[in-house]
């Protein structure tokens, strides 16, 4: 079993005879050998290029030690932090401990650092002093300039700096690491890479000429946040592979220098990497903890395109994937749904196909593949392109053929899904089909607020399109004779959104008759526009002011609007509505969102404090006079 997946301690050096490797991979997740995680993608990329690769998972970091356990490689130190930043897996937003990692054996915590890539960076240095250390993944690729780190409150150097990296690859790294493996298995320097798309290095002598845009320095941007947002707008428009710039920021007495994003995917080159030979599970070694719970969502679904053209402002995926769609075929997509069906454990079900946006399969336009995409507007969000390419054809199409696989029962859709990208298509056939054959009772979908000027903000379309949405799929589901469900999502604390506009969301789930069970706060993740507005307070594209929610109070008062009826948020939301001014929102009629208060308890607690001010009470129990005459809805 353990010769088929990566390389991973010395006695499997020795089962394949050899006695040094080219690659060492430092990975802050668990290895599990499957295309939805970075390591094992890159690994299996270079070993298809002939490549020694090892892989050393979440090291013991206390010393250099564990960073020695696969020897010296020869070629250089390869090092991720995982699938997620490494401070976003660790906490959530309101700066706690997460009580699991999903990407560690049996999902126990405590088994990567914080700032997982600076730290292995380090360490490797000091194991080898003179080994190239490139570093990538999310991580690395969203931090490559000056950023702001929301758990730290504070704007960091660029992450090459703190690392001490040699090389930072960002994006979806494949032709940059390959071309990196290249010119060192050639005997290059590391100097005679900086030509090299899609990557940052650090240098004492920028190449500034007609090519090259220099952003405000490190300096600038830690002192002035005017100069922040300036630097953000300028490294936002220069993403594009076709048209982008090398990039400049000045840092104290040196350079980080980005060179132009590298070249999409083709079609071939997608689908050559995804049939490379993953195992699709964990490494036996986390047999024994259970395994590593990320599996469970990605094992059985497929990766049909990267890049995303919504560009909802609070993701960077376009950053990280960008804007442009890489698709694989149909052909490729059948033939490793049949290689799914004879896995063990696979019963039938294929969990999801699609990538970040499950429905944009391809490119927004054809302009896209040859001069890149619009500088100064999206394909589609607050308003759709009219040169936006909205047919679903080619997916109907490709979940048609992958339904009729021998052996698989159901395929659903679960990535996110664009309502309005369908809206734009005018395809009800394709919202009909989605519910009779792609959906399990429930569709997920993401309108995220409800307030224009907020979705505006978040680069999202406005409620009115979710509201045809949720007419066309109720319709679906009529014709069909199926009882399924929109589970929308929201978001709470978004920059823009004031506690009157939370309160408007909150009005707005009441009218709809629905109860989110999960309510998403906004993290300020490094790389991402909305986080340049939450740190700076300004649009960096339009230079217009922006108000956000800094405080603990008020960013737990706007997520415990959105869930008014849980009894334990009564006093925040109480507290809520009277700063917002909507004291006509606490009462009894049809349109409260909660009672008055009434009398306290012996406890001292309020016992207008439960669902619509009711105090509970037991089965039995008689109620007192007050409440017995009183109507509840």
């Given amino acids: ?114 700032r997982a890539t600076i730290v292995y960076a380090n360490r490797m240095r000091e194991a080898y002093k003179d080994v190239p250390i490139i570093i990538g993944g999310i991580e690395a690729s969203l931090r490559r300039f000056a950023h702001y780190d929301y758990w730290s409150d504070k704007v960091r150097h660029s992450i090459l700096l703190d690392s001490k990296a040699d090389i930072l690859s960002y994006g979806m790294g494949e032709h940059s690491i390959v071309e990196i493996a290249d010119a060192l298995a050639e005997g290059k320097s590391v100097a005679e890479m900086y030509d090299i798309r899609g990557i940052c290095y650090v240098t004492g002598k920028p190449p500034i000429s007609d090519k090259t845009v220099v952003c405000p320095s490190y300096e600038e941007v830690r002192a002035d946040k005017a100069a922040f947002a300036k630097a953000f707008k300028m490294q936002y428009e220069e993403q594009d592979p076709f048209y982008g710039k090398t990039l400049i920021q000045p840092s ?114 054809q302009k896209q593949l040859t001069d890149g995409v619009c500088r100064n507007r999206h ?6 392109c009219q040169n936006l390419n909205t047919s679903h054809d080619d997916y109907l199409q490709l979940l048609r053929k992958i339904r009729r696989v021998k052996g698989v029962k159901k ?41 224009k000027h907020v979705t505006d903000l978040m680069g999202k379309a406005d409620v ?34 004031t506690l009157k506009d939370a309160v408007a969301l909150a009005e707005f789930l009441r009218d709809m008759h629905m109860q989110p069970e999960q309510v998403q706060d906004f993290i300020p993740t490094p790389g991402s526009l909305s986080t340049a507005m939450y740190y700076t307070g300004i649009n960096p594209l339009t230079g217009q002011k922006v108000y956000v929610a800094r405080r603990a109070e008020e960013k737990q008062m706007q997520r415990a609007l959105m869930q008014y009826k849980n009894p334990a948020n009564y006093d925040i939301v109480y507290k809520a509505l009277c700063l917002a001014g909507r004291r006509d929102l606490i009462g009894y009629g049809p349109k409260c ?31 007192k006079d007050l409440n017995r005459t009183r109507k509840f809805r």
Wanted: contains cysteine; positive net charge; aromatic residues 10%.
């Fill in 1 to 114: 079993m353990r010769e088929n997946f990566l390389v991973t301690s010395r006695d499997d050096m020795k089962r394949r005879g050899w006695d040094q490797l080219d690659f060492v991979y430092i990975n802050g997740d668990a290895y599990v050998d499957h295309p939805g995680f970075a390591a094992a993608l890159i690994g299996r990329v270079l070993e298809s290029r002939g490549y020694r690769v090892g892989l050393i998972s979440q090291p013991d970091w206390h010393s250099a030690d564990a960073f020695k356990a696969l020897g010296r490689p020869r070629l250089a130190a390869l090092i991720t932090a995982g699938n997620l930043d490494s401070m976003l897996n660790e906490k959530t937003a309101a700066r706690k401990f997460r009580s699991r990692d999903s990407y560690s054996p049996g999902g126990e915590t405590g088994h990567r650092p914080e």
């Fill in 379 to 384: 394909c589609i969000g607050s308003e759709t």
């Fill in 464 to 497: 009115n399109a979710f509201l045809t949405f949720k007419e066309w799929f109720d319709e679906a589901n009529r014709e069909l004779g199926k009882k399924q469900y929109l589970v929308p999502y929201f978001m709470s604390s978004h920059p823009g959104c």
């Fill in 252 to 365: 104290e007495n040196r350079f980080v220098v980005q060179t132009p994003p590298a070249l999409p995917l083709s079609t071939e080159e997608m689908d050559a990497i995804y049939e490379l030979p993953f195992q699709r599970r964990w490494h036996p070694d986390y047999d024994a903890a259970g395994g590593v719970p990320a599996l469970q969502e990605v094992q059985f679904s497929l990766t049909s395109q990267r890049g995303c053209f919504g560009h909802c402002h609070f993701c960077a995926i376009a950053s990280h994937q960008g804007r442009i769609i890489q698709h694989r075929s149909q052909e490729s997509l059948v033939r490793e749904t049949e290689r799914m069906t004879k896995l063990p454990g696979f019963k039938g079900y294929i969990h999801d196909v699609g990538g970040p946006t499950a429905n944009f399969r391809h490119v927004a336009c």
């Fill in 411 to 451: 395929v659903f859709v679960r990535s996110g899904l664009r309502y309005d990208y369908v809206l734009a298509d005018g395809n009800k056939e394709f919202v009909k089909e989605l519910c009779q054959y792609h959906v399990s009772g429930q569709l997920k979908v993401a309108p995220e607020h409800v307030v």
């Fill in 593 to 623: 969102l909660i009672a008055p208060r009434r009398h306290q308890s012996q406890s001292g607690r309020p016992l207008g404090s439960g669902r619509h001010g009711r105090s509970p009470v037991r089965s039995g129990q008689r109620r």
